[in-house]
């Protein structure tokens, strides 16, 4: 059977039945296309113990795999495998002998709060052509850093699911296909409501909330990514969307936020993923020191 028609099949199961994301269908094809373009295969019964640790090996070797990328690598090819055995084209995983590497314990890369301030004004103060990207700009990366929202979900945002009035933030189908509430501060709803003033004098009436300044449509990832270098090189800081998201999560602990509140404005499924910002937060820590009951014997 060839495998990538048997591929195609496992993509629209994964789409329609199990209602995966179309950024985990990405991670899916990039692991599928690679191993057959490495092992030289073309059919399913090709598929081998050997090659897959062959792939496997190269990537680490050759391609300088971290471990995250060769677990990201695994876990997309045993579903798929998984799925091939389901559907009667293959009798057993070949990736059940292969060992999961230990993950690097890092610290989570984050902005200080001077430089976290720093971008926001120079994002503000940028010699645009219109008012208007002016007021959006701003908007989305206040929007970065006031509640930790990642990449796609502020990018799927709609017009209805943030309530400026309320202070809230509706982000529907995060993560895991999960729906969370986050409380938007008033600085924050400031900035947003200066924005979709702003939208609505441009007769901006397509539903996403960040909307692009040629197209009554939704701002695009291209934008972002261009966005992102633009206020980049402007400010000098190195920093990513997902740095913003985690020094969102670090801020909030220091200045106090409990970690189980943080989890869920994070939309984390486990705890124990929000607990790595308290190793990242110094003066959290510092903090929690001057709880210790022998500070006062000096």
């Known amino acids: 059977m060839d495998i990538e028609i048997l591929a195609l099949k496992f993509y629209d199961y994964s789409s329609y039945v199990k209602g995966f994301t179309k950024s985990t269908l990405a ?22 113990e050997k090659n897959v640790k062959e792939f496997f090996l190269n990537g680490r070797v050759q391609r300088k ?28 995983d070949p990736t059940l002998d292969i060992e999961l590497p230990k993950l690097e ?8 709060k001077q430089d976290a301030l720093k971008l926001l004004e120079i994002v503000y103060n940028y010699p645009y052509d219109y008012k208007f990207l002016r007021y959006r700009n701003h908007a989305i990366f206040s929007m970065f850093i006031f509640t930790g929202i990642r990449k796609s979900e502020l990018l799927r945002l709609k017009f209805t699911d943030v309530d400026i009035d309320n202070l809230t933030l509706f982000v529907s189908q995060g993560k895991g296909s999960k729906d969370r509430v986050v409380p938007i501060s008033y600085t924050l709803a400031q900035t947003l409501k200066r924005y979709t003033e702003d939208r ?29 270098e633009q206020m980049r090189e402007a400010s000098g800081i190195k920093f990513t969307i997902h740095k913003l998201r985690h020094t969102f999560a670090t801020l909030m602990l220091e200045g106090g936020v409990d970690i189980y509140s943080l989890s869920k404005m994070m939309g984390h499924s486990d705890i124990k993923t929000t607990t790595i910002y308290l190793a990242a937060s110094a003066e959290h820590l510092r903090a929690q020191m001057t709880k210790h009951p022998l500070n006062d014997l000096v």
């Open 65 to 92: 795999w971290k471990s995250n990328s060769f677990i990201t690598f695994l876990m997309s090819l045993r579903v798929f495998f998984k799925w091939c055995i389901k559907e009667g084209y293959l009798k057993q």
């Open 27 to 48: 991670r899916y094809k990039v692991a599928i296309n690679l191993y057959v373009r490495l092992a030289g295969i073309s059919q399913i019964e090709q598929v081998t």
């Open 105 to 112: 314990k890092r610290l989570p890369p984050k902005l200080t």
């Open 200 to 228: 609505k004098r441009l007769k901006k009436t397509c539903s996403e909330f960040f909307v692009s300044l040629n197209r009554n449509s939704g701002y695009t990832n291209s934008g972002l990514k261009r966005l992102t």
